[in-house]
């Protein structure tokens, strides 16, 4: 009785599960009559209740399996294309202001004296002949960025890129990999600010330093240089403070931005613009240490945009006071100049005193007083202390006289030097020889 019983409630529990199912799927709708059908048929209280729970069960075991199987099966998300990258703000800031950024190599040469420590023995001890002391030049290059704030070719970058020295001279690669040369017109040091020109050209795209960032905390800003000589390069980060105050060697720079954006060697000069374009700053300094010797990171300083605005008002200023300046080769440069620029050759006009101590022959050549190491003269075999007599076709006797003949002459051109020397006594050793220039 109680086995048929249970076969009964397991037989009206399975249907129940089934219709439950049928229900889940929505393709069954039991009718009253029939909700309640279990019960009525069943023999005890005690057995409708059960039959009851486990229908409830089944059927909560299948919206939980519904659920579950809801949860495995994703719902497409509603299509949406993605963002095209040369639309993103940043990539459009650098597109735009890349024209106007530039890359910069900066040689200059540093003149030392020095003299022989065994001719100043000699002659304190001895009373021996001291010669002059021999002039050492040194070619120091530096490698850094700009950016032309003119069309007629006017380019603001740091003061310590390009620091003025004796033959100073400067390239600039443009963004499209064009070479320029370039002047030095005027700097000031303790803003770390310079101002250069290109050397006859024009129509460049240029920053509109009329127009500045409102240079916000927390702001988007984009450093653009040439980042350890690789030119071209870009790093963002953001605004992270102002009016901050640091000093480097003996100068102290005040009221700078600061940023966590990298400036590595070669961005010093360079642009820090917004994400439309406009002038945050000048890249100046990144502190790696504290004054403690305390390592960092992210710290990057800039010259305000409002700092450079009114310190190329000044710039200009000078630089309309100035001569037109000519590509490098003109007949403005002084020949010795030239000849140091394009042979590594420093010249010097013979004095009656000269003439009379080398036993020379007065009015005749130019002397060589010194020779640059590994230059073309060098290679050739032009050493200091012999006399050019002859460049080209023409006779010289004095360093102006080679400036004219010298004005025209480019890199790769080949000039011949007649050197040597000849004697009031009729002793003679010269020799013509073929000098590339660099």
């Known amino acids: 009785m109680i086995s048929r019983q249970c076969r009964k409630n397991e037989t009206s529990s399975k249907l129940t599960v089934e219709r439950a199912l049928r229900y889940l799927r929505g393709d069954f709708t039991p009718p009253d009559e029939m909700k309640y059908k279990m019960i009525s048929n069943a023999n005890d209280l005690g057995s409708a209740r059960n039959a009851s729970i486990h229908a409830s069960a089944a059927a909560i075991i299948l919206l939980f399996a519904a659920q579950s199987l809801s949860a495995q099966t994703p719902t497409p998300l509603p299509s949406s294309s ?8 940043v990539v459009l800031a650098v597109a735009k202001v890349m024209p106007a950024v530039v890359n910069i190599n ?31 030049r040194q070619r120091l290059q530096s490698l850094g960025s700009g950016f032309i704030v003119d069309p007629a070719g006017y380019i603001v970058t740091n003061e310590h890129v390009v620091q003025r020295a004796a033959d100073l001279r400067i390239e600039v690669t443009t963004s499209d990999g064009k070479v320029y040369n370039a002047h030095y017109i005027t700097g000031d040091p303790k803003k770390d600010l310079a101002f250069i020109k290109i050397d006859g050209q024009s129509g460049f795209s240029f920053i509109n330093l009329d127009n500045p960032s409102p240079n916000l905390l927390g702001q988007t800003v984009i450093v653009l240089g040439n980042s350890v000589g690789y030119g071209s390069s870009i790093s963002r980060g953001v605004l992270s403070g102002l009016k901050r105050d640091i000093t480097i060697g003996d100068l102290e720079y005040k009221d700078l931005l600061q940023t966590d954006a990298a400036i590595n060697p070669g961005n010093s000069g360079g642009p820090v613009v917004d994400i439309a374009g406009r002038l945050v700053g000048v890249s100046s300094a990144k502190m790696a240490f504290t004054p403690q010797g305390v390592p960092t990171q992210g710290l990057g300083f800039a010259i305000p945009a409002e700092t450079v605005r009114e310190a190329v008002k000044e710039f200009k200023t000078v630089a309309q006071k100035q001569p037109s300046a000519q590509p490098h080769g003109n007949s403005n440069q002084p020949a010795a ?25 007065p009015g005749r050549g130019v002397l060589v007083s010194a020779v640059e190491p590994e230059s073309p003269a060098a290679e050739i075999g032009v050493e200091r202390g012999l006399l050019i007599y002859r460049v080209g076709r023409h006779d010289v006797n004095s360093v102006k006289s080679i400036e004219g003949l010298l004005a025209r002459v480019q890199s790769g051109m080949t000039v011949d030097f007649t050197v040597g020397i000849v004697r009031s006594d009729g002793t003679r050793q010269i020799q013509t020889v073929p000098l590339t220039a660099r």
Do not use: C, H, K, W
């Open 337 to 361: 100049a030239n000849a140091d620029r394009l042979f590594g050759m420093q010249l010097q006009d013979l004095t009656a005193e000269l003439t009379d101590a080398f036993g020379l022959v």
């Open 82 to 89: 993605p963002t095209d990258p040369a639309s993103e703000p």
């Open 106 to 136: 900066a040689e200059r040469v540093v003149r030392r004296q020095i003299r022989d420590p065994f001719e100043d023995f000699a002659a304190e001890f001895f009373g021996t002949y001291r010669s002059q002391p021999r002039e050492v």
